[in-house]
């Protein structure tokens, strides 16, 4: 009967540790899929923070460009101007077209001034523009005969 009992304690002692065996596989794998969920819910969580400050951006960035209107100049250059009642004290300023487009300020830079009007250029996208503030006076040359 003890070599029965024993036989027995044997066969309960294998089940047992089957059993554990296949408990700590499961617990394995439920930790696997918990830290592969967790690197998803990582991801996730960068992905929102990344559009939301995209988002942050595109509203800045229409607030921005609400302070500005587009003018052309008599040269037909045109560029965006900042409107007076909206300048909080900055000063009167340009800035390039192409980059507005982009949605990135990057103010004129005088160049040279002259005869009414300045070059400008661009620092980001090196657009070089002529801007005179009123039309060019215009001489007509059958009126002209009389005095040279």
């Avoid at 089940?15 to 617990?27: D, F, Y």
């Avoid at 592969?36 to 400050?53: D, F, G, S, V």
């Avoid at 007076?84 to 900055?90: A, I, T, Y």
């Amino acid at each position: 009967m003890d070599i029965a009992k024993g036989i027995q304690a044997l066969d309960t002692n294998a089940k047992v540790k089957l059993a554990t065996i296949e408990l700590m596989e499961k617990i394995l794998t439920a930790q696997q899929e918990a830290f592969a969920a967790q690197q998803a819910q990582a991801t996730l969580l960068e992905r929102i923070r990344k559009l939301e400050a995209d988002a942050n951006r595109v509203s800045d960035w229409e607030q921005e460009r609400a302070r500005y209107e587009l003018k052309e100049f008599p040269t037909g250059a045109m560029a965006y101007v900042l409107k007076g009642n909206v300048s909080d004290g900055e000063p009167g300023h340009r800035i390039c077209p192409a980059c507005y487009q982009d949605s990135r300020k990057s103010i004129l830079q005088t160049i040279s001034r002259g005869r009414g009007g300045e070059v400008v250029d661009c620092p980001r996208c090196e657009v070089r523009l002529t801007l005179v503030e009123s039309a060019p006076i215009r001489i007509d040359a059958s009126r002209t005969s009389g005095y040279y």
